[in-house]
């Protein structure tokens, strides 16, 4: 199958912005909720954003929240995280996935389809 494909990562000051999009094939991202993750090394993957798939609903972590902006395009089948002020504390590999079930709660293992992620990284 394919995977989404991850990208817009890089190295920024702290307090500065950077936008993630992931790109999916239809199949993954069509009526489907979709969210990131992100995993700094030797920490457990992390939720950060979900977003329905009509992109009217959208669930933030807390430490991201009024910060980062969750969206999609469902015509060119791309999600995107917008973040701001970001922190050194953001560094992490961000990765989008596919929800896969319909119950409550944010862990990886409701979600499928992972990307390979891509690297952000948030200087002093």
């Known amino acids: 199958q394919v995977q989404p494909v991850e990208s817009g990562g890089g190295l920024v000051q702290a307090g500065g912005s950077l936008r993630l999009s992931c790109a999916a094939s239809?199949?993954?991202?069509?009526?489907?909720?979709m969210g990131w993750f992100r995993q700094a090394p030797g920490k457990e993957r992390e939720f950060v954003a979900q977003?329905?798939?009509?992109?009217?609903?959208?669930y933030y972590a807390d430490s991201v929240k009024g910060r980062f902006t969750i969206s999609r395009d469902n015509g060119q089948n791309t999600m995107y995280l917008q973040m701001n002020s970001l922190k050194p504390e953001d560094t992490a590999v961000y990765y989008c996935?596919?929800?896969?079930?319909?119950?409550?709660?944010?862990?990886?293992?409701?979600?499928?389809?992972w990307g390979q992620g891509t690297q952000v990284t948030v200087s002093s």
């Open positions: 239809r199949l993954t991202f069509s009526r489907n909720t």
């Open positions: 996935a596919r929800r896969r079930t319909f119950r409550a709660g944010f862990s990886p293992g409701e979600f499928d389809s």
């Open positions: 977003i329905s798939g009509s992109g009217g609903v959208a």
